[in-house]
């Protein structure tokens, strides 16, 4: 266990809440209700999604041991109104049966994962046919925009700050080109957010 991922665990929520508060919490409240039957979300991190649902099932799956302990200590206080389980899984190699789920859930996640397309590939694998990816994800600001430039140069020395998070990754593309299609794609400044991750997509694709 690193101290950087120990270091992420402590200081994600009180980092975020200001972000939480002033935007990301009702953009998961209104993207989450739209997740229904039995739902996987990859990369929950704290759990910060927790109280948005109204699934039947969530299945949390988080690879590390700090991040993971502290949603297991959260949901200890919560009475979540859904079955739900908490599993230590990779997305980049889910370990679950084609076509069993209703919803794949990708919250500020895909910036981190090492191979975004491989978990995006094993998302729609598990996917029903039909099935949805709901996704809301910070990314690259705009080509040939100030801001993408300082994205580019702070990268490197982020990643190794921020747990493996890119800042230049175009998300659309990627979860185009893994064969979704995307029904609702909104683009918006993430306020309250540090400015080199504040350009964010949210929206919902379809496993078709
Ligand atoms: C910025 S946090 C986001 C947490 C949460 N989804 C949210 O919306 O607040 C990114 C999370 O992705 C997790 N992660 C990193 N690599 C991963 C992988 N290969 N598979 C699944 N999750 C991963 C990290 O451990 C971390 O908890």
């Known amino acids: 266990m690193s101290v950087m991922s120990k270091l992420m665990a402590a200081v994600y929520d009180p980092v ?28 929950s991190g704290t759990g910060v999604n927790a109280p948005y649902y109204h699934a039947d099932k969530v299945v949390f799956t988080e690879p590390e041991a700090p991040m993971r302990h ?26 679950f049966e084609t076509d069993r789920f209703d919803a794949v859930v990708a919250t500020l996640v895909l910036c981190t994962i090492p191979d975004p397309a491989a978990a995006l590939a094993e ?22 925009s100030d801001r993408l430039k300082w994205q580019k140069r702070i990268e490197p020395i982020w990643k190794v ?23 609702d794609l909104k683009r918006e ?20």
Request: charged share 30%; aromatic share 6%; net charge negative.
């Open 189 to 208: 400044s993430m306020r309250k957010a540090i400015p080199f991750v504040r350009p964010t997509i949210r929206g919902i694709a379809t496993n078709r």
């Open 70 to 95: 502290k949603l297991e200590a959260k949901f200890e206080g919560l009475d979540l109104p859904y079955d739900w389980t908490v599993e230590p899984i990779d997305a980049q190699q889910l370990p």
């Open 161 to 183: 700050c921020a747990g493996n998070c890119h800042l230049t990754r175009d998300t659309e593309a990627t979860i185009r080109e893994a064969g979704f299609e995307i029904d």
């Open 16 to 43: 975020m809440a200001a972000t939480e508060e002033a935007c990301l919490g009702e953009w998961r409240s209104v993207l989450l209700d739209q997740a229904e039957g039995e739902v996987l979300e990859i990369g």
């Open 123 to 144: 998302a729609r694998r598990v996917l029903k046919p039909g099935g949805k990816l709901i996704f809301l994800e910070h990314v690259a600001a705009e080509e040939g």
